[in-house]
Each structure stands twice: as C-alpha cells, then as structure tokens.
C-alpha cells in the first residue's frame, strides 16, 4: 500500500506542472516558501506486562501546513545536476493515550521538523528538471505524563518531484514522497503509571507540496 501511494503521489507531482513557460537557466543559491497537503499515519501499541495484555491501533490525520528552505543548485546545462537543501516546518501535531490502570493521560507533542536532503536531478532542459530526493528529519518532541521523555525523533524522507523555471529569477516546485519515522517507545516511571506500562508509535508522513522559490 506504501509503495502504491508513493507512485500515485509521484505521477501528480511529475506531471503536474508540465505547462510552465520556459525562462532563463536556473542554477545557484535558492529561497523558497510552500505549502504541501499531508496525511500523517501512526500506529501504536500499549502494553501492561502486569496484565499480560496489549493494545494495538492506528489513528490518521490530514492537514495543510507551510514550510520554507534554501539550498543550492547545481548547473541546469548538463544532463545531471544535484539539488542539495535545508527545509524548515513550523506547527505542531499531538498524540494522546490513556493508561489502563490509571486512566491518566500521555501525550506526545511533535513540533518544528527540519530536514537536510540530497535530490539527484535530471535535467530535461535548461527550465525543467526531474529529481529523486533522499532527506534526513528531525522533530521535537514534548512529552507530557508520567513517562519516559522523548525530546526528539528522527525519520527519512523518500520523495519524487519536479522543478520548472518561472521568469528569470524564480521557479515552481512540485513534489511528492513519504517521511518514515523512528519507533517512539517511552514506559511507566512508577508514580501514577505503573513501570510495567509502555507506549509505542510509528508515525509516517505522506505528502504532496507546492513551493515557490527565488533564485539568486
């Protein structure tokens, strides 16, 4: 199912944007700010080894969110190029759960990703490029409950996208891909949950973006 939502994603963001004009080569140090429509998927489990007993679910969840970045641009007028950036998420997304034994409350709140990545690109024309980018993520993350505090996670981003000239300084960038989190484990200390008490998540991001960038 990953790898079908993957390709569907991928085929919008490739053929999304085949319509823009040509303008002048695009290369160098880049800007940019966007928006990207994302599905967050988590599956989670709680344990009781006390009872002997797990519970196992999955919630999802839609939103709209912005993002800004900057990199930089290898030469357009070869066959191969490499886009190398930074982007910066803003916002915050929250995980509640509710300890069997003592009905008290656990939460993981998630806040202001960044991402470090690498995105090969084929270069179509001096205008137009193909690329597959590969990122490095992480969020922090504020742990509330009497549990083990998780501060941060870390995941990886694999995505599928295109980038067209606009005038002669700016460009539009469509692209589409997944972001595949570490595990979040964080147990009982003992106070008002017991320490035979855990909680897991998975989180998994699926998106498609929209951005508009200014190159220098």
Do not use: C, Q
């Amino acid at each position: 199912m990953k790898n079908i939502k993957l390709i569907a994603f991928a085929l919008v963001a490739i053929f999304g944007f085949t319509s823009v004009s040509n303008a002048v080569s695009m290369n160098g140090l880049y800007l940019e700010v966007g928006g990207s429509a994302a599905g967050v998927a988590i599956d989670g489990s709680a344990t009781d080894t006390g009872s002997n007993s797990t519970t196992v679910g999955s919630v999802g969840k839609t939103a709209v969110i912005a993002h800004y970045g900057a990199g930089y641009m290898t030469s357009r007028s070869n066959k191969m190029g490499l886009d190398l950036g930074y982007m910066f998420t803003p916002g915050e997304a929250k995980v509640a759960r509710t300890s069997d034994s003592s009905g008290s409350d656990v939460t993981f709140e998630i806040s202001d990703s960044t991402e470090f990545y690498i995105a090969p690109m084929v270069n179509i024309t001096e205008d137009a490029s193909i690329y597959f980018k590969y990122g490095w993520n992480e969020s922090d993350v504020n742990t509330t409950g009497d549990v083990t505090k998780i501060t941060s996670m870390d995941g990886e981003t694999m995505a599928l996208g295109t980038v067209m000239s606009w005038g002669s300084n700016l460009y539009i960038r469509s692209e589409a891909g997944m972001t595949d989190y570490d595990k979040l484990t964080s147990a009982g200390l003992g106070n008002t949950i017991g320490t035979d008490e855990s909680v897991t998540a998975e989180p998994e991001v699926y998106y498609g973006k929209i951005a508009v960038g200014y190159k220098f």
